[in-house]
Structure formats: structure tokens, C-alpha cells
């Protein structure tokens, strides 16, 4: 290992460990290129929990394929597409806020980074049950109670046509939920509603098909199992 990949890895192991204690989506530019003046890239964030942490719930060679090949696929296309393009920006928010303008790699690839990013989080072993804390007070005046907000948000994952997300997202000081085609998410210009997401559902085939296959409904009524309520509310508390 030559000087400059030692000091590349240890950058990125420092940024690892800082960044899954602090703020995963907001601060995840690390200028790791080799040219100093180079486009800030972003780390591929380290799964907090083994890959058969979520068992029986989410299985391990899921979440190992899941975690090592797609979401590594889709750290390094954004990369290299924000590398390529020039796109210099320490904020993956701004380079969202602007998707239109820039090749479909930067929406595609960098939503898969930002979206798996934020799905590793909110999920946990020894999780899932009834919410906590200001999420359990926001979805109970906004939806009613748990347990509708439990099946209107289920029965939009049910019905989304393809690969996508279902959302929830803070809007105007409210939550709601949305849905979004492929790696698109409400931070980005073309989203049709916009707001801050602060919890996520996979629904590409590759989150669910190994366990699942087609039962799509088994795998979202799993899901409830590893919710990590503490940090959505983490992220329901972010600016
Ligand atoms: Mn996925």
C-alpha cells in the first residue's frame, strides 16, 4: 500500500465511523480524490449492524448483496459520474436540488447512494414496535394513530407500480407520505412532492426477491420488525 491509498483508506475509515455517529446524509462529502482541487466525492457508509443482524426479518444474503454489491455499485457510479462531470459540491442536497440539469447518472446513481444510505439507518435489530418520541406525537396528529399510519403507508408500498421508495417526509411542518420511481427521492428538483425525508421503504425487487419472491406484501409487513424509531427521530430532528 503506497502513502497516498493508506492516507485515502484512513480518510475514509475516520469518515466511516465519524459520519455513522453523526449525520450520514449531510455531511458525507470527503475530498478523496487524487488531484487536491478535484470534485468532493462521497463514502460508501458503513452498514451499522452485520448482515444478519435483521434476521429473520430482512435475511443475511439479502442485505449482504444488497450492501456490498448494490449499494457499492451505486456509491461508485455516483463517484465517478461526479468526478467526470466536475460537480464539485460538499452538499449532496444541493447536487439534488439541481438534478435536472445534470446527467441522468447523478439522478440515478447519486438517489441510490443517498437513499440506501438513509434505508441502512432507519433500520436496527432490536427495533421495530410502536414509534417513540416526536415521530410517535407527529404521526398520531397527521395520520391519527400507528396503526393508520401503518397501513397507509404498507398500502402505498403495496401499489407502487415498479422499482421505487415509499417516503416519509417532513413538508411544511407536517409528515407525509410519497412514493418515487427508481433512485428518485423528495429532495430532488424533479420530485413532484418535495420535502425532507426522514424514513424509507426499498421497493426494488433486489431489497425482497431471494426471501420473498413475489410477496411483496411478507416482506413490507417484515419491515415493521427492524424500524429503528430512535433514528427517524434523529433525522425528524435535522434542519
Ligand atoms: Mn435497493
Not at 459520519?19 to 487536491?36: G, I, R, V
Not at 438534478?99 to 443517498?114: F, L, V
Not at 424533479?190 to 426477491?209: M, N, Q, T
Amino acid at each position: 500500500m503506497d502513502k497516498r491509498t493508506f492516507l485515502k483508506t484512513s480518510i475514509l475509515a475516520g469518515a466511516g465511523a465519524l459520519l455513522a455517529a453523526n449525520n450520514p446524509l449531510k455531511a458525507t462529502a470527503q475530498s478523496f480524490s487524487d488531484s487536491e482541487s478535484g470534485p468532493m466525492t462521497f463514502p460508501q457508509l458503513p452498514l451499522p449492524y452485520a448482515y444478519n443482524a435483521l434476521e429473520p426479518h430482512i435475511d443475511a444474503q439479502t442485505m449482504e448483496i444488497h450492501y456490498s454489491k448494490h449499494y457499492a455499485a451505486y456509491t461508485k457510479n455516483f463517484n465517478d459520474a461526479l468526478v467526470s462531470q466536475k460537480i464539485n459540491s460538499s452538499s449532496i442536497e444541493d447536487i439534488f436540488r439541481n438534478t435536472s440539469k445534470y446527467p441522468a447518472a447523478i439522478r440515478n446513481q447519486g438517489g441510490g447512494y443517498y437513499n440506501h444510505s438513509l434505508f441502512w439507518e432507519i433500520m436496527g435489530p432490536n427495533a421495530g414496535g410502536e414509534p417513540t418520541g416526536e415521530v410517535a406525537s407527529k404521526i398520531t396528529s397527521n395520520f391519527g394513530s400507528f396503526a393508520e399510519f401503518k397501513e397507509d403507508f404498507s398500502k402505498a408500498a403495496l401499489t407502487l407500480f415498479g422499482s421505487g421508495w415509499v417516503w416519509l417526509i417532513v413538508k411544511d411542518g407536517k409528515l407525509e407520505i410519497t412514493t418515487s420511481a427508481n433512485q428518485d427521492n423528495p429532495v430532488m428538483d424533479v420530485a413532484s412532492v418535495k420535502g425532507k425525508p426522514i424514513f424509507a421503504l426499498d421497493i426494488w425487487e433486489h431489497a425482497y426477491y431471494l426471501k420473498h419472491q413475489n410477496r411483496r406484501a411478507e416482506y413490507i409487513d417484515a419491515f415493521w420488525n427492524v424500524v429503528n424509531w430512535k433514528k427517524v427521530n434523529e433525522y425528524l430532528s435535522r434542519p
